[in-house]
Structures are given as C-alpha cells and as structure tokens.
C-alpha cells in the first residue's frame, strides 16, 4: 500500500483507502482457494478438475450472455464469476454429471446474481443458489458421493461424471456415505483426525478440514474478509452441539465431530464470508454468525437431510438486511440509534 | 388508430392486443394463481386455459349485450354471476369429458370465477363496448392466457418430466429436474419469461429511441 504523491488532492473523504479493489479482492479469494482446489484434485482425481471446469464455465458464461444486458455493463473482468464457479464446484458430489454441474452454474450467476442487479446488489450467496437449485432439481444425484479415488489412480474419471446432457448417471459402484449421513443413518460418528485430513468422501472442497482451516487464517490475517463471521460460527456450533452433547447422553454427536464434518468448515470461510450477503458492522457479524451456527446444528440434528450449511447460510443471507438495519453503529454525539 | 377505422380492422385490433402487446400473464401480469399453480404438465395447461377462453368469451358477451341493463352500483357482483355461470358449465364440462385432468385441476377450475383476467375484461372493455367487439377482445385475451400457458406448460414438462403431453421426448435414461413440476419451477419459469419480455420491451424502447 503505497500512497501516490499528490500535489493537490481534488477529491471527497474517504481520503485513506486500502487500495482494495474488487478485481483484487477476488483475486484474493480465489488464491486463498488454491490449496483447496490442490486437496480436491488430490482426492478425486481428475473428476474434481473437471466438475470445478464445468461449474466456472457455465458462471463464466451466463455472465457473458446475461451481463450485458444489465445497464452498468458485463463485469466479467473483476473475476467473481469464476470464483462464483470454483465455490459451487467445492460444494458439489465428485462423481456429478457435468451438465449438471455446468447447470449449477448457469444458475448460480444467472439466476442467484444478475436478476438482483450484479454484483453487489445480490441478496444471497449465488453459489449456494446454483446448489439449492441443483439439490432440489436432482436430489439423486446430489445425494451420491462416490469415494475417494486417492491420488493413484489421478486419471480416472468417474463414469457418472461423463453423463451425456440430461441423461441420468450411471450408478456408481463406489458410491459410500460422507460422514454426517452415516451419523444421521447408522449412528456410526468418523475419526476427527480423519474429517481434519480428509480422509471420507464428501463433497470436492469440504473433506480436508486442515488445508480449509489454514486457508482460513491467512485470508483473515490478510483481511480478505471479516474473521468474526467464520470464528462466531464456529463457536456457536461448538457452544450449541457442545451443550446438547453434553445433556443427550451419548444420543448426539460430538461437538468436535459436528465441527469438523461436512461443509461446515468450507461454507463458514468461504461462502458465509462473502462481503456482499453478510452483514457490514462487527455487531451484525457476530449476530450473523450465531445464527448461522444454531441452524446448522439444529437442521443437522433435526432436519431431514444430514447436512444444513447451505440452508443455514441461505437463510442468515435473507436476514442480513434486516441485521444490517438493527446493528447500524451508532454516528458519536447522536441519540440511541434508529432501529 | 386512424381517423376512420372499419369494423373489422377494430375487430383484429381488439384480438390481435391480447395475444400479445398486451398479454394477460406476461405483459399484465394477471392470473398468476392459475398460471403458476396448474402449469406443471402440457395437458393440465390446455384444459386450464380453454375452460378460461370459453369462460372469459362468454361471459364477455353476456355482459357487452346486458350493459344498458345492469345498473352500476352492482355491476361487479352481477358481472360475477355471470362469470359463476359459465365457470359451472365448463367445470361440468371437463368433468364429463377429461375427469383425469378435472381431478387434477380440482378447486382451480371453480377458482376461475375470481380469475382476475375476466373479471378486469368485463370492468374494462365488455362492460363499455357492443358485442361483437367485446368477443373479439375476450378471445383475444383467452388466446393469450392459452398461450402463456403453454409456454410455461410446455417447458415445465419438458424438463420437469422429459416429456410433451405424456410423450416421453428422451426415452427412458432421462434424468427429470424435479423442481420444474414443484412451485418454485413454475415461478423460476415465469420469472424467466417476463425477464425476456422486459428484455425484448427494452430493445423495441432502445431501437424506437434510435429512430426518433
């Protein structure tokens, strides 16, 4: 951050600025999910490059063909398309058909982004809608994990992945269950050590809890986004499985289990940490947080699917107005603020 | 409009407006509960909207020939006897001829009575023009209705089932996106469809300004 000389500044507060763009803040981001990717290849194989391709390619291209409608132009340039792409590919099953995956991403940008105004303007996580949308569109095949290849046998492609469009997918021999569905359907709760290194099937970017933590860190030490969000949903979920751990006797899973398993990890750093869906003041973050964490444990314990980051952050993204709103900061020397 | 027009231009202008510049669900954006909620498959749409079309072209000329008659304190509650009437006749109707669909209809067809398309063509058009005109704006209307239907119909079926009016399109490997045949499908389709109506009303602004 080096301030340019200025020999006569002509322009309105704020006058010190980070230099932070949007083009460089996605950067950022997408850096920061390099690692991420690296696991992802490394587990899967092949399939996961592929899925992440299919995913950022459709992003990229309802961006191309929807942006220009909208009247302040195409912003394909600053790269949240593609970052769009590569977080809802992290998101989804490795053996996915890819049409399915391209689809997901068509409507990530072109129905979670673009009708809302573009970027900036959207109300909720736009990869996380390409995945709702997928989820309830083809429950099938977003419910069929197929294992872990290991980095052996790199090249090999799932079957199901190469799916011709709109075609089912061939069933896939491999298929096992991620660790929250053998804990809401046989009762059977996976290592810890195991959920840290990644070493279950679940989805592209969420099994290595390790290289996702790490990640984590350095963006937040580099500012990339507000660490409150992601450290106060954690907490909660630790507090919340924690306490009814502690009083169920045995009948729930472990706070550590709950922390370290499924997408809780990914969607708190990656997804849930997005600028424009969460809320602007450190108050609104914590509250955001909370509430992300208590609906979390509560769908995954309660709910009828394993798993409830998605809905969790969804549902917290339709309430961030009205966070931003209770937790306005209050301007020095005025009265109680305006709720 | 011209200084003098004929009889039959007013006539294909009082048609042709309904089909498509001034469209019922995509340009008016009226009878969203039928249009959302029975739009699931091909079969269901067209029974939908031809009980409408015959509901709204009659009724329409019932209440374009009684106009002088009805007095305006009670004309809506009159106009919708008149709509009960032909919404009766057309639930019998469907109910002798396709009881399959009029099962699967079920309370939407006796919801036509408060479709608010009818209801606004008589207030607005039959209430203050002869008959002949009045039939030709209703069928018009009723056209429309038809054919936004089947455009949401016929999409949501295609992808919600891989098939067309119960003819499979892609054999039997098809994978359906199940959420084309649930609610949200249909709001997803008509929020596409006016997005390319407002899209295309923007294009014809843009080029019209260019002319000008």
């Known amino acids: 951050m080096t301030p340019r000389d200025p020999h006569l500044l002509l322009q309105a507060a704020p006058f010190l600025r980070r230099g932070i763009t949007t083009p460089r803040l996605m950067t950022e981001v997408v850096i920061g999910l390099g690692p991420v990717v690296l696991a992802a290849c490394y587990y899967f194989g092949l399939s996961a490059l592929l899925v992440l391709a299919a995913t950022s390619a459709g992003a990229v291209a309802a961006e191309v063909a929807l942006g220009s409608a909208r009247p302040r132009g195409a912003s394909i340039r600053d790269g949240s398309a593609i970052l769009t792409g590569l977080v809802l590919g992290l998101t989804l099953p490795p053996g996915i058909p890819l049409w399915m995956a391209c689809i997901g991403g068509l409507v990530a940008v072109g129905l979670g982004k673009l009708p809302f105004g573009g970027l900036g303007q959207n109300l909720f996580n736009p990869a996380l809608i390409g995945r709702a949308f997928l989820q309830a569109a083809f429950p099938g095949a977003l419910t069929s994990w197929t294992s872990q290849a290991g980095p052996s046998s790199f090249f090999h492609v799932h079957p199901s992945s190469l799916a011709l469009p709109f075609m089912q997918a061939a069933p896939d021999a491999l298929a096992s269950a991620t660790p929250l569905g053998m804990m809401k359907f046989e009762h059977h709760a996976t290592a810890f050590s195991d959920l840290l290194l990644g070493n279950t099937s679940g989805s592209l970017g969420e099994t290595c809890g390790l290289v996702i933590l790490i990640c984590g860190i350095v963006m937040a030490i580099r500012r990339v986004f507000d660490w409150r969000i992601p450290v106060c949903i954690l907490l909660t979920v630790l507090a919340v499985s924690g306490a009814i751990w502690a009083f169920g006797q045995g009948r729930y899973p472990s706070p550590w289990f709950m922390l370290g398993s499924g997408g809780l990890l990914l969607g708190a750093i990656y997804m849930a940490t997005d600028p424009v869906t969460s809320p602007m003041s450190p108050r609104g973050a914590w509250i955001f947080g909370a509430g992300v964490g208590v609906l979390v444990v509560l769908i995954r314990l309660w709910g009828g699917l394993p798993e409830g980051v998605m809905y969790a952050i969804l549902l917290m993204n339709a309430a961030t107005p009205l966070i931003d709103r209770v937790s306005q900061p209050r301007p020095l020397g005025r009265g109680r603020a305006v709720a | ?212």
């Open chain 2, 1 to 212: 409009m011209s200084a003098a027009p004929t009889q039959q231009g007013r006539l294909a202008t009082e048609f042709a407006k309904g089909v498509w510049k001034e469209n019922p669900v995509f340009v008016q954006v009226l009878g969203m509960c039928p249009t959302l909620a029975v739009t699931n498959s091909v079969a269901n749409a067209i029974a939908m909207g031809v009980a409408t079309f015959f509901v709204l072209v009659g009724s329409s000329f019932l209440v374009s020939l009684l106009r002088k008659l009805i007095p305006r304190e009670i004309r809506i509650s009159t106009y919708i006897i008149i709509i009960a009437t032909f919404v009766t006749l057309a639930d019998s109707a469907l109910e002798a001829l396709v009881p399959a669909v009029h099962h699967e209809l079920g309370a939407f067809i006796a919801l036509i009575v408060v479709n608010c398309i009818i209801l606004g063509r008589q207030e607005a058009f039959a209430a203050k023009n002869p008959p002949l005109l009045a039939i030709a704006d209703a069928a018009g209307m009723g056209l429309g209705f038809c054919i936004a239907l089947l455009c949401l119909g016929g999409t949501r079926e295609i992808l919600g089932s891989g098939s067309f009016l119960g003819v499979s399109l892609f054999g039997p490997h098809f994978e359906p996106w199940v959420i084309m045949i649930l609610p949200p499908g249909g709001f997803f389709m008509l929020g596409t469809a006016l997005m390319l109506f407002a899209w295309m009303k923007q294009r014809r602004a843009a080029r019209d300004g260019a002319l000008a």
